[in-house]
């Protein structure tokens, strides 16, 4: 019987814990627990001193092995390199396949160098046209230094500033939008606006905002998540929803007719509600996902109830992302005290979120 398709880790930032993270898990066997091959973009060479660092710094008991798999990345078949040099049905003995993807210079534990941010940019761009041509199953993004790709003039591809992860997936995606969504265990929280001041949340709460928002949702609930009926959970912009419109009219004018719209397709979703009782016991144990209209409304509840198991999923894209929720940590690179936790948390997502989902089809 043919096996699962792989989940590609990239490991992001050379110079912050990515690296130690995915040996931390290597070492303790704990990436053989999704019945999948595990493939990882890192610099093979920056991969193995960090092996040899962290058993020095008494982090890693057991050293993990793996295949490295050199490619020309830049080659038009190189996604047919991979097939051609990697058994996708197996990591066999080794703890993981390794896509070297090589700096420009050596790299120091917990110093940031610029000329290496380029091979961060490249760890997205193998990772976007792998899931995109249906290679690996899902990807699973470690932690970057933004301000690194930054200062490096790293463009998205409409030659703006890098923004991010979810910007650089969106656009070489052609989405017009995404929708950012934490979960763990308690609970699934998707956002209509993310980074944003709070006085300028209001603005930004539109209908078509809010219908498009509530769209993605369903359509990944039912193909990435395998629900054919999501029940989901709206938080009111304003306190008490609005109370009739005296503490605000956002819900009478536009939250609430765009999800009477859906009401009325027949989705299970709930009118505007006041956010300090729908994050209740009662509410959640009928609730898929919940929307919420700002970062600080549903993310603070969320994250008190599992902050080291929250995950981050990029939600609208055609491939599974998850994400661990955490940054670079610079000063516990090669050093210890980093903790594995998030991304074996986004291994476990994108790991049951692939073997539901129906967008890479039953052998994803």
């Known amino acids: 019987m043919q096996k699962k398709l792989p989940l590609l880790i990239t490991t992001g930032e050379p110079a912050g814990i990515g690296m130690d993270i995915v040996l931390m898990l290597a070492a303790e066997g704990k990436l053989q627990d999704f019945a999948r091959p595990i493939w990882i973009t890192a610099d093979s060479e920056a991969m193995q001193t960090r092996v040899s660092v962290l058993v020095k710094a008494g982090v890693l008991k057991t050293c993990p092995t793996w295949k490295t798999v050199d490619l020309d990345i830049a080659a038009d078949n190189f996604i047919e390199q991979i097939s051609q040099q990697t058994d996708t049905n197996a990591n066999n003995d080794n703890a993981f396949i390794l896509l070297n993807t090589p700096c420009v210079e050596p790299v120091v534990c917990g110093q940031i160098n610029t000329r290496n941010s380029a091979m961060v940019a490249k760890q997205l761009d193998i990772a976007h046209k792998l899931a995109i041509n249906k290679t690996v199953a899902a990807i699973v993004t470690g932690p970057l230094q933004k301000s690194a790709l930054i200062d490096a003039d790293i463009k998205l591809l409409d030659g703006t500033m890098f923004s991010g992860h979810t910007e650089f997936f969106m656009q070489q995606s052609g989405c017009e939008k995404v929708v950012m969504m934490l979960a763990n265990q308690a609970m699934k929280v998707a956002l209509v606006t993310t980074h944003l001041a709070l006085k300028d949340v209001p603005a930004a709460i539109t209908a078509d905002n809010v219908r498009q928002t509530v769209q993605i949702v369903i359509d990944d609930m039912h193909e990435k998540f395998g629900l054919s009926q999501p029940r989901i959970l709206v938080c009111g912009l304003n306190p008490h929803a609005g109370e009739g419109g005296h503490l605000g009219t ?12 859906f009401i009325n397709a027949g989705v299970d979703i709930s009118e505007a509600m006041p ?10 144990a009928n ?27 990029t939600l609208g894209l055609p491939y599974i992302r998850t994400s661990v929720d955490h940054g670079t940590a610079l000063d516990l690179a090669g050093r210890g005290g980093a903790s594995a936790t998030s991304l074996y948390q986004a291994l476990l997502m994108a790991n049951e979120m692939a073997d539901k989902s129906l967008v890479n089809g039953p052998l994803a």
């Not at 956010?275 to 959640?284: N, Q, Y």
């Open 250 to 261: 956002e819900e009478i004018e536009i939250i609430n007719p765009v999800l009477q719209e």
């Open 275 to 284: 956010a300090d009782t729908l994050f209740t016991p009662r509410h959640l």
């Open 287 to 313: 609730c898929d996902a919940v929307i919420a209209m700002y970062h600080d409304q549903g993310l603070p509840v969320l994250k008190s109830h599992g902050f080291g198991d929250t995950v981050n999923l």
